[in-house]
């Protein structure tokens, strides 16, 4: 079992360095994995730095955290109102890409609203990527 003190000081290094800083701490977290990894990376999820969020999304895409996959949709799309909707066009993008490489086929919908509706054509570009992954044809603009 990886040690407590390593994941918890890779942790706040995810949170409080540059970006190579999260970068190598995001990987390295990826790297220990198990549950104790993927419940500090999603709770990184919640971190105001949009680079910080995005590269957590790309460890647990690494890890491929199913735990992850609603979490991942409500930052893409929102929910019905739009409440949870990631306001960053990165961190929704990396969603976007998250969802396409876990597969799920519950993210089908999500992908598909977001890549109608977001308002950011890399995002929407995005999605339509993660669509044609699953096999899905794609008619959206």
């Keep these: 079992m990886a040690d407590q003190k390593r994941i918890d000081a890779l942790a706040t290094l995810l949170a409080n360095s540059g970006r190579v800083g999260q970068v190598r701490a995001a990987l390295e977290l990826s790297d220990i994995g198990g549950p104790q990894v993927e419940l500090v990376l999603l709770s990184a999820l919640a971190n105001g730095d949009e680079h910080s969020r995005a590269t957590t999304i790309m460890a647990l895409t690494k ?36 969802l396409g490489e876990l597969g799920e086929r519950r993210s089908l919908k999500p992908l598909e609203i977001a890549a109608e509706r977001d308002e950011d054509p890399e995002v929407r570009q995005e999605c339509q990527a993660a669509l044609q992954r699953f096999g899905a044809i794609v008619s959206v603009k």
């Design 63 to 98: 890890m491929r955290s199913k735990l992850a996959v609603a979490r991942f949709e409500q930052m893409l799309r929102g929910n019905v109102f739009g409440f949870g909707r990631d306001s960053s066009p990165q961190v929704r993008q990396s969603c976007a890409f998250a």
